[in-house]
């Protein structure tokens, strides 16, 4: 049986590169504000050190709930197409829209993709539970030193 090529759809490249510009852009946009906020913060501490210190605890807490909560969402995407995929034993599995063209694996092969979709999802997983909990517990490590 010939190989299946699924081909690329025009909207998913424009849909990718607009996500592209947005994600560059809410980073450049982040790491102007972290900026701003660190020299806010030297400031304070030079008049309220325990109000700066609060301040930093913060947000280095929200800094962990959201890296947490991005590591979470990717992992169940990623969860979710895996089971998809292993689901209709194809990868990629029928209606997702596709920015290249890709050979489609189809039995085995696509089930032992899935398996490892569904191994990175875990992976991704447990590294934001750990991840969230390292950096939320990370200041009070830091008090003790």
């Given at each position: 049986m010939p190989a299946q090529i699924q081909l690329p759809d025009s909207r998913a490249r424009r849909t990718?590169?607009?996500l592209v510009l947005a994600i560059a852009?809410?980073?450049a946009v982040a790491a102007v504000a972290t900026n701003r906020y660190v020299e806010?913060?030297?400031e304070m501490a030079r008049e309220d050190p325990d109000l700066a210190i609060y301040q930093a605890v913060l947000a280095i807490r929200l800094l962990a709930v959201t890296i947490g909560v991005l590591l979470v969402?990717?992992?169940a995407w990623l969860s979710h197409l895996s089971l998809r995929s292993y689901r209709a034993a194809c990868f990629p599995p029928p209606g997702t829209r596709l920015i290249r063209e890709?050979?489609?694996?189809?039995?085995d092969a696509a089930r032992r993709q899935a398996r490892l979709?569904?191994?990175l999802a875990a992976l991704f997983a447990v590294a934001a539970v750990g991840l969230t909990a390292f950096l939320w517990h990370f200041p009070t490590l830091l008090a003790r030193v």
């Open positions: 990718a590169v607009l852009f809410t980073g806010d913060l030297r969402g990717f992992a890709r050979t489609v694996a189809t039995g979709g569904f191994a």
